[in-house]
Nanobody, 120 residues
Framework: QVHLVESGGGLVHTGGSLRLSCAAS????????MSWYRQAPGKQRELVAT???????NYADSVKGRFTISRDNAKNTVYLQMNSLKPEDTAVYYC??????????????WGQGTQVTVSS
């Protein structure tokens, strides 16, 4: 199995910054993509940022210019640096990983989520 653990969430004021981390562990053969999603109360889960393969990166328009996704392949870890945070960024943030296990089976894995709250 592949296990994802997020960290770095918390409470900040408008304009503040947070850095989220997601570490993948377990029976990993190769990671094809890592992404960050978020889900606000009463709303559908949405894609925030993703890194596919070595260097293909995409951002949601709402976070472009404020958030930066990066990946440390040696540590199987993805980061989300969030700057200039706004109250509308308040949500539970989830790490997502598309990976092939050592059994050579491909699956999509989800972390447990970490709460980000931005006060006005």
């Amino acid at each position: 199995q592949v296990h994802l653990v997020e960290s770095g969430g918390g409470l900040v004021h408008t304009g503040g910054s947070l850095r989220l981390s997601c570490a993948a562990s377990g029976s990993i053969f190769i990671i094809n993509a890592m992404s960050w999603y978020r889900q606000a109360p009463g709303k559908q889960r949405e894609l925030v940022a993703t890194v596919i393969g070595e260097d293909k990166i995409n951002y949601a328009d709402s976070v472009k210019g404020r958030f930066t996704i990066s990946r440390d392949n040696a540590k199987n870890t993805v980061y989300l640096q969030m700057n200039s945070l706004k109250p509308e960024d308040t949500a539970v943030y989830y790490c997502n990983c598309a990976a092939t296990s050592t059994s050579r089976d491909w699956s999509v894995y989800w972390g447990q989520g970490t709460q980000v709250t931005v006060s006005s």
